[in-house]
């Protein structure tokens, strides 16, 4: 168990809809990043939260927004969805911002019907 | 950016044997971390190996950032090491970019 707790586990939802996956980070982590995973695309950063603030952005599609809350755990929205969008959104948290080790949580998987 | 490649994309090994995976980068690194992705999918973090050489019980892991690259050792090798394994760098204490990973798989 890496400490860091995404959900939910699993979500199938219609094209065109919304959904938000949510983030808790490891007790004392202020740094939380999310990840995408497809088939065709790998691993793929999508955007860096630190203490609040965004910090790094990565290949985040418009339709998709994220943010960090006071209490720190993060929330990534995705809109309109397309098939493509079909994959597993990782979370992973981190103490600082660099030289840290990054823990990722177990993943949330998304299909897009 | 920043380009990381690993080698070799597939290895399928008998149980008892030993491995070797390569990570080679190509700028200096912050921060370059190894990971396993089980079946399951999980993500499960090896060594966070900027520079030197660590040991975790059969795994063992050398990074020369002078020359851009890391080794992943793997020794007797069991039917649960099986996934892919992952290398990942941050050349900017921004986020981690990855590698397409080595599909090993170890057969009984």
């Known amino acids: 168990d890496s400490g860091v707790t995404q959900t939910p586990k699993h979500l199938i939802t219609a094209t065109g809809q919304r959904v938000t996956l949510r983030c808790s980070p490891r007790?004392?982590?202020?740094?939380v990043y999310w990840y995408q995973q497809s088939l065709d695309q790998g691993l793929q950063f999508l955007i860096q939260?630190?203490?609040?603030?965004?910090?790094a952005k990565g290949n985040i599609l418009e339709r998709f927004s994220a943010q960090q809350f006071p209490d720190l755990h993060s929330e990534l929205n995705l809109s309109s969805l397309e098939l493509g969008d079909s994959a597993l959104y990782f979370c992973?948290?981190?103490?600082?911002?660099?030289?840290?080790?990054?823990?990722f949580g177990e993943g949330s998987w998304l299909t897009v019907v | 950016g920043i380009q990381v490649e690993q080698s070799p994309p597939d290895l399928i090994l008998q149980e008892g044997a030993n491995s070797t995976l390569r990570c080679n980068f190509s700028d200096s690194v912050n921060n370059l971390q190894w990971f396993h992705q089980n079946p399951w999918g999980q993500l499960i973090n090896l060594f966070y190996?900027?520079?030197g050489t660590k040991q975790n019980g059969r795994l063992s892991a050398t990074t020369v950032a002078t020359e851009r690259y890391s080794l992943l050792y793997i020794s007797s090798s069991q039917t649960t090491d099986s996934g892919v394994y992952f290398c990942?760098?941050?050349?900017?204490?921004?986020?981690?970019?990855f590698g397409a990973g080595t599909r090993l798989t170890v057969k009984p």
């Open positions: 190996i900027p520079s």
């Open positions: 007790s004392g982590d202020l740094s």
């Open positions: 992973a948290s981190s103490v600082g911002v660099g030289g840290n080790t990054i823990y």
């Open positions: 990942a760098v941050d050349p900017n204490n921004n986020d981690m970019r």
């Open positions: 939260y630190y203490n609040g603030e965004e910090r």
